[in-house]
């Protein structure tokens, strides 16, 4: 039986991580793409957050390595912050939970900004810094978005022994 819980909520953590790199992938005009939320990792967030043992730096490894991949930066860089960002999180987890929607906003668009922020050392130490300002627009927004993502029903994810 437990066995079988645990593998009903690996399934859906694979799907809704999936989603969030599709949703994260989605092609889009320029004056929207900026203000487009870091869907893949806002999943991630969500994951680490709500089922830290099931989802948590390899997932956040996992979708970094997808988002390395598809915007053909190197290999490893968006692996690397989602990995960290996806441990932070995780190591708090019970802070975080307890927090009203408000501050877990504010959390996590500070989390969000600490990813962007992670990419944009890791392109400045190897001299391929792309964007502008508008690269730290999606933090905003996804900080924006965290309210109704937070209130995703999870159903229920045993918790890994």
Known sequence: MMYRLRLEGRWRIGLSLALGVLLQLLPLPAALAALRPPFAILMV?????????LAGIGSGFAVGLALDVYRGSVLGQHALAASILAYVIGRQHLLLRTKPLFEQALLVGAALLGYEALIWLIEGWLGQIRGDWTRWLGALVGAIVWPLLARLPTGRLPERT
């Open 45 to 53: 967030l969500f994951w680490a957050l709500m089922a830290p043992r």
